[in-house]
């Protein structure tokens, strides 16, 4: 995470120093919002965090103008979904519900980093085509 970060405060211009503000603040509620719970039930402090994640992060992808914001925003909606899954299915497997529940940041951290890359790389394409 820290260095999606670094790479996101490096080269993703106003959209990365965005997603870095929110993507701190999402880990920084989510120490004690996971102390909070336990995985036998629906973690709903938890689940109250990632949805207003994904709230900042519809709302980033609403105002950039890139592609990776999308990605990224169906990643933390993914996250959203497991712990609605938990409210449905009372009998879901804790080990399934964290799993589900912390999977999608590896996949929303590779699109940041990704998709800031694809951007730059446009970018300098667009400069430097004849």
Request: charged share 10%; proline share 2%; net charge neutral.
């Amino acid at each position: 995470m820290l260095l999606t970060c670094a790479f996101a405060l490096a080269f993703g211009g106003r959209d990365g120093r965005r997603f870095v503000v929110i993507s701190a603040a999402a880990v920084v509620l989510t120490i004690p919002a996971q102390l909070a719970g336990s995985w036998q039930a629906t973690q709903y402090w938890l689940m109250t965090v990632d949805l207003f994640t994904f709230v900042a992060l519809l709302w980033l992808m609403l105002q950039s103008q890139r592609y990776w914001p999308v990605w990224v925003s169906a990643c933390q909606l993914m996250t959203v979904l497991s712990h609605v899954a938990t409210l449905l299915l009372q009998s879901f497997s804790d080990r399934i519900y964290e799993g589900l529940s912390t999977v999608w940041i590896i996949p929303l951290m590779l699109f940041a980093i990704v998709g800031i890359e694809l951007d730059r790389k446009s970018l300098h394409d667009r400069a430097y085509s004849a």
